[in-house]
């Protein structure tokens, strides 16, 4: 039976969730939106990008092949970018149209089940123009490419090498007969290898080459190349590109390969903010950090926080509305079968993803303002507070980025069967999301970066020197006794703080010992390498728990009673989740006792009964219109087989009654004619 809600047939389960929620689900929308204003913002925006029905499609994208899938993409980021230039940029309020916005990004979504193939062109290639370009460059660059008059994207990765930046085989040669460098593929390795919308989309591309110059090779710099042509789209003489072939998502995004034969391009395409090539081919380096060429990987690294935050916001809308209209087994004979969303199990694969949504988008927040304030001190000259930046940034995307594909998956699974479908939309995020815990910088790398930092910062507090804010808790490390246990949200936070402390003690004390053995240093840390991840891991967990916890008594400060006890409930809920997943780490390192892990167990299980009334209204707080979910399992009205059967009947495999393959195969198989 169904019921009616605002003019739509609501699923009655669906309907008395939403009737027992007993808080208010706006106010937790502004928190989530970072206040009243962007929800207004947001859903200006996605009533014009969206009101008009043109992100639909009139196939589903998975019944198309895939050259039909790319063009549809295409098509649909042409409508979609057409709408940025005229009315979505000035109702974002950016000066210069969607760069940064990541309201218009999300309503993208709606568009593209899989990605767009413009996606790197404004998540890397424009990024790149803005910050690696002098200003002059920038003036002659940005507006060709913001317009759309150009569409790029960033060629890094080549067949060999992807991780070690430094290790890239391209080269870009200075001639100072011609003013120009020569781009040279010297082997198959080396050329470049992914790069999104590279295989038939765009005609420039950002290329990371190896500088040579009067004989001498400078390392990696970035260069702007122009790969086909302004007009018939050919690729250029000099120029060997192509598609890479079909993948487990972002099939819609044509990664693609690129060599070049001595292609030539002017001097000026050289990115010249951070180091210059004169025109005598003298080399000049113009920054005082040397890493600052790798600034593009860590904007997008602080811009994939937020991505898989609200990816995993999708998945567990999706689940946790499928979980309020599902009814499976019969526990108690005289009863009805009970929501699935009611055993306890459920709760427990549920509600942690509903909490770690809310987790990484207030950090992902917290991590944007932080960038922006390490940029503003590096426009004054000062990179002090980069290396602390760059080991944060990397650590907050390796373990947001893999939390956020576990628990996407988790979603599936507590979706049955049904979570398996394409049409349940899981899969998709899955795919998508999956994919971000490698590209950008691998989850073992990015992490084994932060420990460099970390194993810094522990030497700085043994020698009693000063430490960056983030790392601050290791003054502690030294107080010869284990950190005290105690259950309340702060003193979860020190023990998660005294687990990262104690176990970057354990890889330091490890690679002494191992040093004094004989072992090199490079081989010390090498042999120590598993730990070494596991305490930059420790200590992420403790920033994330540390900023999680703060930003919600902030942002609650002046909400409802209600909604600070369910933002309260979900945010312990984190604690007490990740508390229990790393028992053993909590016995080695604080006071916790065996009797003090069974009664927080017993909380926990408590905190999802307190929690589960509210299950439904604290997924609709995501307000993910269907548009953007495109899910059979989550759509705000719970029709949920009526729109399964609806997505089955479209299949062409159900367009005649009796498939070719009987005739031309089973037919004669079973009459013994084959
Ligand atoms: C209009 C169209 C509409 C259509 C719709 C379109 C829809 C889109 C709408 C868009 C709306 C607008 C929104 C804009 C935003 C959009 C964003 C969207 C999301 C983004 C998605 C983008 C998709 C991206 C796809 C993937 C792209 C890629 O993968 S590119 C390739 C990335 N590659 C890597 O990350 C490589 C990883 N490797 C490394 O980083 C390095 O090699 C290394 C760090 C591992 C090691 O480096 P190296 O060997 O040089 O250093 P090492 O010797 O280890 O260390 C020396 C010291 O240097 C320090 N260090 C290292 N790196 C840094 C750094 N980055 N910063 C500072 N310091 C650094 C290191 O710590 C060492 O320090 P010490 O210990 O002190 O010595
Ligand atoms: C969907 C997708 C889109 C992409 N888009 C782009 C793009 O637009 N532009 C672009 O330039 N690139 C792109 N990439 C490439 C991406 O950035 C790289 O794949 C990524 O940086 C990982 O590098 P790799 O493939 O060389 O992995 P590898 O470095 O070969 O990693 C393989 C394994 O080795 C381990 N490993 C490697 N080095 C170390 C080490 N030092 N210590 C311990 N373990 C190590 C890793 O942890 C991993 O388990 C994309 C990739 C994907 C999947």
């Known amino acids: 039976m169904t019921q009616t809600n605002n003019n739509m047939t609501v699923n009655p389960d669906l309907a008395m969730e939403r009737a027992k929620c007993n808080f208010n689900v706006l106010e937790v929308t502004h928190i989530f939106d970072g206040g009243e204003r962007n929800t207004l913002q947001r859903k200006k925006i996605e009533d014009v990008a969206l009101n008009s029905g043109a992100s639909k499609d009139a196939l589903g994208e998975e019944h198309m092949s895939p050259k039909e899938k790319y063009e549809n993409a295409v098509r649909k980021s042409c409508i979609y970018a057409t709408m940025m230039k005229n009315e979505l940029a000035e109702l974002s309020g950016l000066e210069s149209f969607g760069v940064s916005s990541p309201v218009i990004r999300r309503t993208a979504d709606a568009f593209f089940k899989e990605v ?32 759309m008059q150009i569409i790029g994207t960033y060629a890094q990765t080549e067949l ?59 390392g990696t710099h970035p ?30 995004a044509d990664n693609g390969f690129l060599g070049f034969d001595h292609y030539r391009i002017p001097r000026e395409h050289m990115l010249m903010k951070n180091a210059q090539v004169l025109k005598d081919g003298t080399y000049v380096k113009v920054a005082r950090h040397g890493k600052l060429t790798y600034g593009t990987m860590v904007f997008v690294r602080v811009v994939l926080v937020n991505e898989v935050a609200f990816n995993l916001a999708k998945a567990s809308t999706i689940a946790v509305r499928y979980s309020a209209i599902r009814r499976q087994s019969k526990p108690k004979p005289d009863e009805v079968e009970p929501q699935i969303l009611d055993y306890v199990t459920q709760q427990h694969k549920l509600f942690i993803a509903i909490a770690t949504a809310h987790a990484l988008q207030l950090c992902s927040t917290w991590l944007w303002e932080s960038f922006s304030a390490v940029l503003a001190q590096m426009k004054g000259g000062n990179t002090d507070t980069l290396p602390e930046f760059h080991a944060l940034s990397s650590c907050l995307k390796a373990i947001s980025t893999s939390d956020s594909a576990h628990l996407i998956e988790q979603c599936r699974h507590a979706c049955g069967g049904h979570g ?26 990015l992490l084994l970066q932060t420990a460099r930092f970390l194993v810094k910062a522990y030497e700085q507090a043994e020698a009693k020197k000063p430490l960056t804010p983030t790392v601050s808790y290791l003054a502690h490390a030294f107080s010869g006794s284990r950190a005290t246990w105690d259950n309340s949200p702060d003193g979860i936070i020190r023990s998660f703080q005294a687990l990262a402390a104690g176990k970057t003690a354990v890889c330091v004390t490890n690679m002494r010992k191992r040093m004094r053995a004989g072992l090199s240093q490079v081989d010390a840390w090498e042999m120590s390498t598993i730990q070494l991840v596991a305490a930059a891991e420790a200590h992420c967990r403790a920033v994330i728990a540390d900023t999680y916890r703060k930003e919600i008594v902030r942002l609650t400060a002046n909400s409802s009673p209600n909604v600070k006890v369910v933002m309260d409930q979900l945010t312990t809920l984190y604690l007490y989740y990740w508390a229990l997943e790393r028992t053993g780490d909590l016995l080695m390192f604080t006071s916790v006792s065996q009797k003090d892990l069974v009664d927080l167990q017993i909380a926990y299980e408590e905190l999802l009964l307190k929690i589960r009334p509210n299950a439904v209204g604290l997924v609709d707080a995501f307000d993910l219109r269907d548009e953007l979910l495109h899910s059979t399992l989550g759509s705000y009205d719970g029709r949920v087989y009526e729109r399964l059967m609806e997505e089955a009947l479209k299949s062409p495999m159900n367009k005649e009654p009796v498939s070719d393959a009987y005739s031309k195969y089973l037919r004669p198989m079973m009459k013994g004619k084959l």
Not at 118 to 123: A, E, I
Not at 423 to 445: K, M, Q, W
């Open 116 to 147: 767009s193939p413009f996606l790197l062109h404004l998540g890397m290639f424009v990024p790149t123009i803005m910050g690696q370009c002098t200003p002059e460059q920038q003036s002659y660059w940005l507006p060709r490419a913001l317009d």
């Open 160 to 218: 060999g090498h992807g991780t070690f930046i430094r290790g890239l085989e391209t080269t870009a040669t200075y001639d100072p007969e011609t003013e120009e460098f020569v781009l040279h593929s010297p082997t198959l390795s080396s050329y470049k290898w992914w790069a999104g919308g590279l295989g038939k989309t765009v005609n420039y591309c950002i290329v990371v080459a190896q500088l040579y110059t009067k004989g001498e090779c400078h």
């Open 223 to 252: 260069f702007i190349v122009q790969i086909r042509d302004e007009d018939t789209h050919v690729p250029l003489p000099g120029i060997k590109v192509g598609e890479i072939g079909p993948k487990m998502g972002f099939n819609t």
């Open 420 to 445: 398996y479908m394409i049409s349940s939309g899981i899969p998709n995020l899955y795919n998508f999301v999956s994919a971000t815990r490698t590209y950008e910088g691998d989850y073992t790398v």
